[in-house]
């Protein structure tokens, strides 16, 4: 086993620092390619919550300024397919939890609505039935949850509950909104 291996490795002392040159730089490659997707993938999740931050903030003035009844119907129409948006009597989320992510939506949503009642949550829900495909699938959903207060009308306290689903797909080559 010693001597097929022995035979593998060059016999100069000059050919062998050039094989660990060439060793080192690979390794220092895949640690570098390793680096980028990591921040590939943080920047592509702060991209997707700075729109969010962005859409939520100008939807709240307009919430803000109608009556009730109305508020319903823009909630139902600012809804998407990512993106789930009800007025409520209660809070989905009452205060903002630890972790970076909720702290940073947070703080992008107070800044841009110039307020500090804005609560953020990582939480996990169940997925429906009807997307599970596989049973050994992952049944839980994880996903952001905003809460604003929203002026009262009609006597009634409002709050607006966005949820958003936390791990989005990154798009391929070219994406169409």
């Known amino acids: 086993m010693m001597g097929r291996f022995q035979r593998l490795l060059p016999d100069t ?16 490659n895949l640690i570098g390619l390793a680096v980028l997707n990591l921040q590939q993938q943080r920047f592509d999740r702060q991209a997707v919550d700075d729109r969010w931050i962005a859409r939520i903030a100008a939807l709240v003035p307009a919430m803000e300024s109608v009556d009730g009844s109305i508020r319903q119907s823009i909630a139902r129409e600012a809804s998407s397919r990512a993106a ?4 409520g009597d209660t809070p989905l989320v009452t205060e903002t939890a630890r972790d970076s992510r909720s702290r940073f939506i947070a703080q992008g949503l107070g800044e841009a609505l110039g307020r500090e009642d804005v609560a953020v949550a990582l939480l ?42 936390a791990e989005q797909q990154r798009p391929g080559p070219v994406a169409v909104d």
């Open 84 to 87: 789930r948006v009800r007025v």
């Open 124 to 165: 996990d829900r169940p997925r429906p039935p009807d997307t599970v495909s596989r049973p050994d699938e992952n049944r839980r959903d994880r996903v952001v949850a905003v809460t604003i207060a929203l002026s009262p009308r009609d006597g009634r306290a409002a709050w607006l509950n966005v949820t958003t689903r």
């Open 13 to 28: 002392l000059a050919s062998r620092f050039v094989l660990l040159l060439a060793v080192a730089i690979l390794v220092a």
